[in-house]
């Protein structure tokens, strides 16, 4: 999605506003541009990779303290010159950076162009810079004085930028449904709307909330309500470090992550696994620990990978904690009228914390009297903040448009609250000992997987012609399935279907002949059997199958056309390991059909548009 980077101080601001966009380009963009306020207001835009827009800069003169940056992901317009951000007024005096989306553009538009306004762009953005150009025309009005009033006016979501070449030394910026975050640093400021363009700066940030605008400066920042109401903020330290954003050696972010999985899972149970009491010890829920007792019933909500991580939650938690849960798409969940009681307890899944549709969720979820819970990875996101409690999934940045690490902290963060549900109601002290014992195995587990990637790499070669593939599995193994068919589909653009094993014969088996390949799921667990059969179903089709089963299980080298192996864990923490080799399946499809994994065509890393 869109990106922001702001700066003023005492440093040149282009090279910190181009580093910026380069740190921000992992969010998925089609244009970029940057605004200099120097002796005058510079703008340069251009459609492409920022690296375009580097060549597109030389020779201009870009000097100044202070600027504002932007990559744009187009919703309103094509990809374009014209339509890329920052966009000005019709003087050229006023630069504006926004994401979101003004819903009432075409009014303002409309009256905008009547009062003599003329537009350049189709972009719903350029519609706020003409209405604060508009506004300042009353005498004695400030920048922030026209910010001000033009949101107040504005329909939609915004995390804005603004600077104007009158005001040299001043940034506004404010923000509704869309982050921004405020970096502080000695005698400068830097402003984004991810933590990550900044963190090579400063760790000291102060996230705006929504209704929040600010003016940064030379002599420091003051924040304020849209009503002009000053709002006292400290910065906070963010834990995140610049290296952990790099991918040090590694061809792709995705493999880095992939490779961290291990160290993650271990940042996810840190601190949280009480191996004697077989329960989990989770310090982001001690205040509402009471009331989680009383909850009868669980609503989780997510998109994408998310969504597939709580689905295998369900599974746990109502197998081991006796607890009802329901899982639910986020951006359904918002429009339908769900039942929530008292005792309904709302959890919505994010990496970024920031999913419009899943941050929706939680707000309606709110607004009925659930007690909402978040299992959130961006420390300090909107989603972190607006709910009640939650546990953090500790897997740090997130650089690689899929979901990889994220997914598996996910996933374990369901078995840690398998453990403090489970054990405050049912579980006994020894299937609670059980799990937690075979939670701290994960990460070795993991890692003996991660050191056969030549295998999957093989195997992924082995099947570059294939076009279309299913992907099945029961129980535990239905969402991994679904999961591993969206990794295909993301990075690799073949044509991958998630199925349950079991509705194969209603309908996906229709698909199948020896151009269909498929990958079936299925370690020895309580379903083996079962999907065992789907096998011989597939293969007396001749139709070709890849399994992925446990260790020892030798009969599945004669059942299917390529085997790949588990090692043994308890089933409700198979899903955990299963992803592994789907990751790398895909991953290796997509290098070898040569795409770039972590940059999957019309992805963003985060949603923050509906
Ligand atoms: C898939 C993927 C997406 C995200 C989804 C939710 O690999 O990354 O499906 O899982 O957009 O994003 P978050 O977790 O940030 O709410």
Redesign the pocket.
């Known amino acids: 999605m869109c990106g922001i980077v702001g700066y003023v101080g005492k440093k040149a601001a282009l090279p910190i506003l181009m580093n910026g966009l380069r740190r921000l380009e992992y969010r998925g963009y089609d244009s970029a541009g940057v605004a200099i306020v120097g002796e005058s207001l510079r703008i340069v835009r251009s459609v492409g990779k920022i690296q375009s827009l580097d060549d597109r800069l030389f020779g201009e003169k870009m000097i100044g303290f202070m600027g504002i940056a932007h990559t744009r992901w187009a919703t309103h317009g094509v990809p374009s010159e014209a339509n890329a951000h920052p966009h000005t007024d019709c003087r050229g005096n006023i630069a504006l950076v926004h994401n979101g989306i003004i819903e009432n553009y075409r009014e303002l538009k409309e009256q905008l162009e009547s009062a003599g306004h003329a537009f350049r762009s189709e972009t719903d953005t350029e519609a706020l810079v003409h209405l604060i150009e508009h506004l300042l025309k009353y005498p004695g009005t400030t920048l922030a004085d026209a910010v001000r009033s033009a949101v107040r006016r504005v329909r939609g979501t915004y995390g804005i930028a603004v600077v104007r070449a009158e005001e040299p030394g001043r940034v506004v910026v404010a923000r509704l449904g869309s982050p921004i975050v405020i970096g502080v640093g000695g005698g400068e400021l830097f402003v984004a709307s991810d933590a990550n363009a900044i963190i090579g700066h400063t760790r000291r940030v102060i996230f705006l909330d929504d209704g929040e605008m600010a003016v940064l400066g030379l002599d420091g920042y003051q924040i304020s309500s849209l009503d002009n109401l000053p709002i006292a903020k400290e910065p906070e330290d963010l834990e995140w470090t610049a290296e952990a954003a790099q991918k040090n050696g590694y061809p792709h972010f995705m493999m880095k992550e992939m490779s961290e999985q291990p160290e993650v899972l271990r940042n996810t149970m840190r601190g949280r696994l009480n191996a004697k009491n077989g329960n989990a010890v989770l310090g982001g829920l001690r205040d509402v620990a009471d009331q989680a007792r009383e909850i009868d019933r669980l609503i989780v909500v997510?998109?994408?990978?998310?969504y597939y991580a709580a689905q295998v939650g369900e599974y746990m938690l109502e197998e081991y904690a006796g607890i009802p849960v329901e899982v639910e798409l986020a951006s359904e969940f918002r429009y339908r009228k769900p039942i929530i009681t008292s005792r309904t307890a709302v959890i919505a899944?994010?990496?970024?914390?920031?999913?419009a549709d899943?941050l929706a969720a939680i707000r309606e979820a709110k607004m009925k009297g659930a007690l909402t819970l978040g299992i959130v990875?961006a420390v300090g996101s909107t989603i972190a903040r607006e709910t009640d409690a939650g546990v953090y999934s500790h897997a740090g940045p997130e650089i690689g448009?899929?979901?990889t690490k994220?997914?598996l902290s996910q996933v374990t963060v369901f078995a840690l609250l398998t453990l403090f549900f489970g054990r405050q109601r049912q579980m006994s002290l020894s299937t609670g000992k059980r799990i937690a014992k075979e939670l701290v195995r994960l990460p070795e587990l993991v890692t003996s997987l991660l050191e056969r990637t030549n295998e999957y790499r093989a195997v992924a070669q082995r099947y570059a012609w294939a076009e279309d593939f299913l992907y099945m599995g029961r129980k535990y193994c239905a969402p991994a399935a679904f999961e591993g068919a969206?990794?295909l589909k993301?990075l690799s653009y073949v044509h991958a279907e998630g199925y349950a094993a079991g509705e194969m014969k209603h309908g996906p088996i229709a698909l199948i002949d020896e151009g269909f390949p498929s990958m079936v799921l299925c370690p020895v667990d309580s379903v083996y059997e079962k999907t065992k059969s789907n096998v011989e179903e597939i293969r007396a089709r001749r139709g070709k199958v890849i399994a992925i089963t446990t260790e020892g299980n030798n009969e599945m080298s004669r059942l299917a056309d390529d085997v790949l192996y588990l090692p043994k864990t308890l089933e409700m923490l198979v899903p955990v390991l299963m992803a592994v080799p789907l990751q790398l399946f895909a991953y290796h499809a997509a290098v070898l059909r040569g795409f770039d994994p972590d940059m999957p065509r019309n992805l963003a890393?985060?949603?923050t548009v509906e």
Not at 349 to 355: A, H, K, L
């Open positions: 997510g998109c994408g990978s998310a899944v994010s990496q970024s914390g920031e999913t899943t990875n448009v899929a979901s994220a997914y969206l990794k993301e890393k985060s949603v």
